[in-house]
């Protein structure tokens, strides 16, 4: 699943051409947004063949795009550049299982590679490629086992996170870094 603006920094374009590798594979891929380039990708998905798998949602409301992270099996985040993305947060909140850009800012703060996603690189279509084969070779554990354990989703939940950089400012500030 893809959930975003149908622009070209999202990456969408990487991931369809990609997917057109695994044409002898069994897999979907559900597009949850909208934008300008829309015209584009669906001529992208119609050129190579791929209408039977690659479906166009639409846009759909935060309830809605709930639901379809928690019905999905894994969500690609394929972003060119990104400061963050919240997405990526809101997919691992439902135990989803993320392939995450190497160019979002969330992904080296919260995806734990091979764990709760794979960290890959939209710009480069034959690794692309390689990672949907590792998920299309485990899909039931990626349906199954892909929560991470507790002690460290604490680690990486964002209050923890907020904890340690003011303690670490705090340490920073004071007379040869004392612990505050």
């Given amino acids: 699943m893809f959930i ?3 622009i070209e920094r999202k990456g969408l374009a990487s991931v369809i051409r990609s997917l057109h590798a695994l044409k002898e594979r069994e897999w979907q ?3 949850v947004g909208t934008g300008p380039d829309e015209a584009d ?12 798998r690659i479906r166009f949602e639409g846009y759909k409301q935060k309830e809605e795009v709930v639901r379809y992270l928690i019905e999905a099996d894994c969500l690609v985040f394929p972003s060119l550049i990104e400061v963050w993305g919240l997405v990526v947060n809101e997919a691992l909140a439902t135990d989803t299982f993320v392939l995450a850009s190497k160019y979002a800012g969330a ?3 919260i995806i734990v590679d091979g764990h709760n996603g794979l960290i890959i690189d939209p710009l480069d279509e034959e690794k692309l490629t ?27 939940h964002p209050e923890s996170y907020a904890k340690a950089v003011s303690t670490a400012i705090r340490r920073a500030q004071s007379p040869q870094g004392e612990t505050i």
């Fill in 130 to 156: 390689k990672s949907f084969e590792w998920i299309l070779d485990r899909a039931d554990w990626v349906r199954s086992e892909r929560s991470l354990g507790l002690k460290l989703w604490r680690r990486l």
């Fill in 107 to 109: 992904t080296t703060d």
């Fill in 41 to 52: 990708l669906r001529h992208l998905v119609g050129r190579l063949e791929l209408e039977a």
């Fill in 4 to 6: 975003g603006q149908l």
């Fill in 29 to 31: 891929l559900l597009i």
